[in-house]
C-alpha cells in the first residue's frame, strides 16, 4: 500500500516515523480556506481539503491529511503572518486556557473510503512577561498559536489536558484509531 501524508510539517513526519510507518511526503498545494465558524467543523474541513488536493494526483494511495489551530477567548487562531501577528496571538494567549484541535483525514480515492475526525486538547500557558512574550514572538511563525510545546526552551504552556502529541501538531493515538478503523472498510 502506498502511504502519503499531505504535509511537510516536520512534527506530522516526525510523528509518523516515530509510529515505524513507511509513507511519502506530497504536500498540499490548496489553499487553507474555510467559512467554518465552528474549531472542529474548520480542521476537519482543511483535513479533508488537504487530503483530497494529494489523492486527485495519486487516487491509488493512501492520503493522510491534517489541520491543526487553537481556539481561545472565541477566536479561532492558526498560524501567525509574521512576528507582529504572532505577538499578539502570544498576548492574547498570555495565562489563558486554550483548546488545541486537530483535525485527521485518511483518504484512498480509487477505492472511494474516506474517514476523518478531530482531537481536542486543552492547554493552560504561562503568564510571561512583555518581553519575554516579545522573545518568543518570532520563533513559531510556522505553527498554530505561535508557539511550539516540543521545544524545550519555549517556556509558554504550563499544562495540557489531552493529547499532546495534538498539540504538537498530530494525534497519533487519534491517528492509529482512525486509522485501524480505515483499513476495516
Not at 170 to 182: A, C, G, N, S, Y
Amino acid at each position: 500500500m502506498r502511504l502519503v501524508l499531505a504535509s511537510k510539517s516536520p512534527r506530522r513526519i516526525a510523528l509518523l516515523k516515530a509510529l515505524g510507518m513507511r509513507f511519502e511526503v506530497i504536500p498540499s498545494q490548496c489553499p487553507e480556506k474555510s467559512e467554518k465558524k465552528r474549531p472542529a467543523a474548520r480542521v476537519k474541513e482543511l483535513a479533508v481539503q488537504k487530503a483530497f488536493d494529494v489523492a486527485r494526483k495519486y487516487p491509488g494511495a493512501v492520503v493522510i491529511g491534517a489541520d491543526t489551530l487553537v481556539y481561545c477567548k472565541g477566536e479561532i487562531i492558526g498560524k501567525p503572518k509574521d512576528k507582529e501577528d504572532a505577538l499578539r496571538i502570544l498576548k492574547k494567549l498570555n495565562g489563558s486556557w486554550q483548546s488545541v484541535y486537530t483535525g485527521v483525514c485518511v483518504m484512498h480515492l480509487a477505492e472511494q473510503k474516506m474517514l476523518f475526525g478531530h482531537e481536542i486538547s486543552k492547554c493552560k500557558a504561562r503568564t510571561l512577561l512583555p518581553a519575554e512574550l516579545e522573545h518568543l514572538a518570532g520563533k513559531h511563525l510556522d505553527k498554530a498559536g505561535a508557539y511550539a510545546v516540543q521545544d524545550t526552551e519555549d517556556p509558554f504552556i504550563e499544562r495540557i489536558v489531552g493529547s499532546r502529541t495534538n498539540v504538537v501538531g498530530f494525534p497519533v493515538e487519534f491517528f492509529q484509531k482512525l486509522f485501524k478503523e480505515f483499513l476495516a472498510l
